[in-house]
C-alpha cells in the first residue's frame, strides 16, 4: 500500500524554524518528484515545492522562496521541508504528495499543522 | 502564473441531483486539468486528470470535460459521500510552478 505520513508541525514563534518530515512507503521512493502543498485554515491549497527523483532540481512558489528548503533522502525514503523565518502567512497545514509525470499529485500524506503565533 | 478560476464558490443540492462544476484557466493548458475532492480534516483525493481520465477506483458518476481553457467536473447523481470541496489543478507549466483553483464546495440543500 502507498503511504505517505507527514510529521514534525508545531508550534513556532514568527521568524522561528521548524523541519517537516515525510516517511514514504509502498512504492519506490527514487523513482517520483516530490511535493509539499499546504492549506491554511479555511482556505484553499496552495502549492509550496517541487523536488526531482535525484534532488538536483528544486522550485517554490514564490512567497517562500529564500526561506525554505525541499530536500529528500533515497536511502532512507523521506522528504524534508525546511522552514526558516516564519510568518504568521505560513499557519497551514501542510501536506506531503507524490508527483506522477512530475505534476499530478497522485498520492497525499495526512497533512501536519504549522501554527506560527507569539 | 496560470490562474485558475472555479465557479461557483458554493453550489446547494440535493442528493440524486447533477453537479456541473467548472474550472476556467487564464491562459491555455491543454488537456493538462486534474480535479481533486477534498472532505472536511482529510487529505485531498485525485479524481480526474487530463481533463478526463477517472483515476483509480473513482466512480463512474464522476466525469470531466473541457481542453484549452473551459473544464467541467460532471456529478451525474451525487450521493451522500460526494458533498465536499472540489479543486481543479494545471500541470501544462514549465518549471513545474503547479496552481490549484480556489474550490467549490458542494452542499447539501
Known amino acids: 500500500e502507498v503511504q505517505l505520513v507527514d510529521s514534525g508541525g508545531g508550534l513556532v514563534q514568527p521568524g522561528g524554524s521548524l523541519r517537516l518530515s515525510c516517511a514514504a512507503s509502498?512504492?519506490?521512493?527514487?523513482?517520483?518528484?516530490m511535493s509539499w502543498v499546504r492549506q491554511a485554515p479555511g482556505k484553499g491549497l496552495e502549492w509550496v515545492a517541487n523536488?526531482?527523483?535525484?534532488?538536483?532540481?528544486?522550485y517554490y512558489v514564490d512567497s517562500v522562496k529564500g526561506r525554505f528548503t525541499i530536500s529528500r533522502d533515497n536511502a532512507k525514503n523521506s522528504l524534508y521541508l525546511q522552514m526558516n523565518s516564519l510568518r504568521a502567512e505560513d499557519t497551514a497545514v501542510y501536506y506531503c504528495?507524490?508527483?506522477?509525470?512530475?505534476?499530478?499529485?497522485?498520492?497525499w500524506g495526512q497533512g501536519t499543522l504549522v501554527t506560527v503565533s507569539s | 502564473e496560470i490562474v485558475l478560476t472555479q465557479s461557483p464558490a458554493t453550489l446547494s443540492l440535493s442528493p440524486g441531483e447533477r453537479a456541473t462544476l467548472s474550472c476556467r484557466a487564464s491562459?491555455?493548458?491543454?488537456?493538462?486539468l486534474a480535479w481533486y475532492q477534498q472532505k472536511p480534516g482529510q487529505a485531498p483525493r485525485l479524481l480526474i486528470y487530463?481533463?478526463?481520465s477517472r483515476a483509480t477506483g473513482i466512480p463512474a458518476r464522476f466525469s470531466g470535460s473541457g481542453s484549452g481553457t473551459d473544464f467541467t467536473l460532471t456529478i451525474s447523481s451525487l450521493e451522500p459521500e460526494d458533498f465536499a470541496v472540489y479543486y481543479c489543478q494545471q500541470r501544462n507549466s514549465w518549471p513545474p510552478k503547479l496552481t490549484f483553483g480556489g474550490g467549490t464546495k458542494v452542499e447539501i440543500k
Open positions: 523536488i526531482k527523483q535525484d534532488g538536483t532540481e528544486q
Open positions: 509502498g512504492f519506490t521512493f527514487s523513482n517520483y518528484w
Open positions: 504528495a507524490r508527483l506522477k509525470g512530475g505534476n499530478l499529485f497522485d498520492c
Open positions: 491562459q491555455s493548458v491543454s488537456s493538462y
Open positions: 487530463d481533463a478526463s
